[in-house]
């Protein structure tokens, strides 16, 4: 079945450092999409992006179609983007990858 | 930010018991997800449904849950007789057309 594969598993900054977080899916997405879950469990839609480079705030995200990776690069992070980060790839129902739990200190 | 609401935000029962979650859409969204999240963290497809037709379901959920989106009523997810591995949070999301899903704050499901 499809599958999403997310590295690091955690990643524990220093607030102002920058985070890279990496997704490797194993078909070509028709929508590829960066979730964040807070400690709670509610989950938010950070970016949708099924190619290129797309950026909102201190996000970026860059997906690679042909071969099969997403990237989500957090700038300057600060205590509050800790929390997981999910990569999904979305063929109608979601496909989840494991997560990436961030930690950022301060 | 996400219109979907979903009620009880938590719900515990015994063994053999039935559990019942609501989910309201967000206005204007005729699909309707529900995801299971375990306690590992993984994420499990249940059901979908687009108005009130049952569009995918998976065999577990056909088995063991009853699930319905009535017009002018919330849709309800329905574990007919829980099971200590039904412990999870259960997520409800909405989307218009093939847009992104957004998602509710969830139902954390415990099983004693």
């Known amino acids: 079945g499809q599958q999403v594969q997310q590295s690091p598993a955690s990643l524990v900054l220093q607030e102002g450092e920058n985070a890279e977080l990496q997704c490797n899916f194993s078909?070509?997405?028709?929508?590829l999409q960066w979730f964040y879950q807070s400690p709670g469990g509610s989950l938010v839609s950070l970016l949708s992006?099924?190619?290129g480079t797309k950026h909102t705030g201190r996000l970026t995200s860059t997906t690679v179609t042909k071969e099969r990776r997403s990237s989500l690069h957090i700038s300057s992070s600060q205590t509050t983007d800790s929390g997981t980060y999910l990569c999904?790839?979305?063929?109608?129902?979601?496909?989840f990858g494991q997560g990436t739990k961030l930690s950022i200190k301060p | 930010n996400s219109k979907v609401i979903q009620t009880p935000r938590y719900l515990v029962k015994g063994q053999g018991q039935k559990a019942k979650m609501r989910c309201i859409p967000e206005?204007?969204?005729?699909?309707v997800f529900w995801y299971q999240q375990n306690k590992n963290n993984e994420f499990k497809f249940l059901i979908n449904?687009?108005?009130?037709?049952?569009?995918?379901q998976i065999d577990m959920t056909e088995k063991r849950f009853s699930a319905e989106c009535p017009s002018n009523s919330p849709c309800s997810l329905e574990i007919q007789s829980s099971e200590a591995g039904d412990s999870a949070l259960y997520l409800c999301?909405?989307?218009?057309?093939?847009?992104?899903?957004?998602f509710g704050p969830g139902t954390r499901l415990t099983v004693l």
């Open positions: 999301a909405s989307r218009q057309g093939r847009a992104e899903q957004f």
């Open positions: 078909s070509t997405a028709t929508q």
């Open positions: 992006n099924p190619s």
């Open positions: 999904v790839h979305n063929q109608g129902k979601l496909i």
């Open positions: 206005k204007g969204h005729p699909v």
């Open positions: 449904f687009q108005n009130q037709e049952v569009l995918q």
